[in-house]
């Protein structure tokens, strides 16, 4: 079990641990549950699914990092996804930065209907610059491309995300 824990997310856990490690400090843990959307045609950006004012009533709630997608009844499917959320923040963070641990598929993140940033190899923490950020209701969608499947078949956002204020 060490061994397994360690190989799968040892990684991830020491990219985080450095992340938040002073001068850094954890500000937030974002929201477990999200609502989610499938975009198998990508018309999500033409769409504005990352704006601020778009409905998303219609969306599923799911669970990011407590739960899989298969283990919620939802399809494991080879598309786009769509997830959104929002913080409340009582200031907006001096140096923010939203820190994303694992997301199965290449991620493009938006803030307040902004792009913040983009992942780079799927299934590796990485950060977005979190200056859009603002006191108050904030907005936050992650489009998702999970069109090549990977080997453990989970899709999408799979452990928490984190406001993180960056060291000096």
């Known amino acids: 079990t060490p061994d397994y824990l360690k190989r799968f997310v040892g990684k991830m856990v020491g990219a985080t641990e450095a992340e938040t490690a002073p001068p850094g400090k954890l500000l937030a843990v974002l929201p477990d ?24 009533a219609a969306w599923k709630s799911v669970a990011t990092y407590s739960d899989t997608l298969d283990g919620q009844g939802m399809e494991d499917k080879k598309t786009i996804m769509w997830y959104r959320t929002m913080i409340d923040l009582p200031a907006a963070p001096a140096r923010g930065a939203l820190w994303f641990i694992d997301v199965d598929g290449s991620a493009t993140v938006y803030i307040n209907g902004k792009e913040a940033g983009t992942s780079g190899k799927k299934r590796t923490a990485f950060e977005v610059d979190g200056s859009g950020l603002q006191a108050g209701k904030n907005t936050i969608a992650v489009r998702v491309d999970h069109s090549a499947i990977t080997e453990l078949f989970l899709g999408g956002i799979l452990r928490p995300v984190y406001l993180v204020e960056k060291g000096k």
């Open 33 to 56: 549950r999200w609502k989610l959307a499938y975009d198998e045609p990508d018309k999500g950006v033409d769409a504005g699914f990352a704006k601020v004012e778009f409905d998303d």
